[in-house]
T-cell receptor, first 115, second 114 residues
Framework: AQSVTQPDIHITVSEGASLELRCNYSYGATPYLFWYVQSPGQGLQLLLKYFSGDTLVQGIKGFEAEFKRSQSSFNLRKPSVHWSDAAEYFCAVGAGETSGSRLTFGEGTQLTVNP | DGGITQSPKYLFRKEGQNVTLSCEQNLNHDAMYWYRQDPGQGLRLIYYSQIVNDFQKGDIAEGYSVSREKKESFPLTVTSAQKNPTAFYLC?????????????FGPGTRLTVL
C-alpha cells in the first residue's frame, strides 16, 4: 500500500523568504502526486499535480514542485512567501486499484508567515 | 458557478443521534468521496462512489453510511455506532476514478457531538 510522509508538522518563515515543504512517498509503481492547500475551516484547494513528463511542475499562486524518483520525494517550493500563504499544506499520492484510484494523504504541514 | 457545496457548515449532535451531512456537486462528475479530518492528521477516506447506486467502503467506514441515488448528490449519515464522530468532514468529487482524475473538495462540515 502507498504512504505519504510530511516530516515537518509546522514551519515558520518570514514574508518574502523562500519556502520548501517536504513530501516523501512510498509506492511501488509510478506515483501520481498532488499538493493541496487548506485555509482554516475551509476545504482543500489543488495547488499542482504530477502525472508524468517534466519533473518540475508549476502550480497556482507561484508554487512549484519537483518529482525526484531516486529520493521518493515531491517537495513543494515557492521563491518568495506572501502572508496570504499561511495555511496547511497536504501532499497526496494516488495509486491505482482494480476498482479505481485512491488518494493517500500526508498528515499536513502548517505554515506560519511572520511579517 | 460550478462547484461542490456542503451543508450545514456547523452541526451539533447529541450522543445517540444519527445525523446526515449533505454534499452536492454540479460539476457533472461521476465519482464522489467522503473524508474525515482530525486535528494533526491527514484526510482519511470513509466512502467513495464511482457511479449512481454504487459505493465502496474506504479505510474508516464503520459507523457511517452513504447513498448515491442521484449523480450530483452523495449524503453521509453518521450513525450512533460511530464512537468518536466529532471531526471535520470533507466531500470531494472527480470526473472518474482514473489515476489522472483530480479530486476537487467542498468547504467541509464541522460536526460536534455534545
Amino acid at each position: 500500500a502507498q504512504s505519504v510522509t510530511q516530516p515537518d508538522i509546522h514551519i515558520t518563515v518570514s514574508e518574502g523568504a523562500s519556502l520548501e515543504l517536504r513530501c516523501n512517498y512510498s509506492y511501488g509503481a509510478t506515483p501520481y502526486l498532488f499538493w493541496y492547500v487548506q485555509s482554516p475551516g475551509q476545504g482543500l484547494q489543488l495547488l499542482l499535480k504530477y502525472f508524468s513528463g517534466d519533473t518540475l511542475v508549476q502550480g497556482i499562486k507561484g508554487f512549484e514542485a519537483e518529482f525526484k524518483r531516486s529520493q521518493s520525494s515531491f517537495n513543494l517550493r515557492k521563491p518568495s512567501v506572501h502572508w496570504s500563504d499561511a495555511a496547511e499544506y497536504f501532499c497526496a499520492v494516488g495509486a491505482g486499484e482494480t476498482s479505481g484510484s485512491r488518494l493517500t494523504f500526508g498528515e499536513g504541514t502548517q505554515l506560519t508567515v511572520n511579517p | 458557478d460550478g462547484g461542490i457545496t456542503q451543508s450545514p457548515k456547523y452541526l451539533f449532535r447529541k450522543e445517540g443521534q444519527n445525523v446526515t451531512l449533505s454534499c452536492e456537486q454540479n460539476l457533472n462528475h461521476d465519482a464522489m468521496y467522503w473524508y474525515r479530518q482530525d486535528p494533526g492528521q491527514g484526510l482519511r477516506l470513509i466512502y467513495y462512489s464511482q457511479i449512481v447506486n454504487d459505493f465502496q467502503k474506504g479505510d474508516i467506514a464503520e459507523g457511517y453510511s452513504v447513498s448515491r441515488e442521484k449523480k450530483e448528490s452523495f449524503p453521509l449519515t453518521v450513525t450512533s455506532a460511530q464512537k468518536n464522530p466529532t471531526a471535520f468532514y470533507l466531500c470531494a468529487s472527480s470526473p472518474g476514478l482514473g489515476l489522472t482524475d483530480t479530486q476537487y473538495f467542498g468547504p467541509g462540515t464541522r460536526l460536534t457531538v455534545l
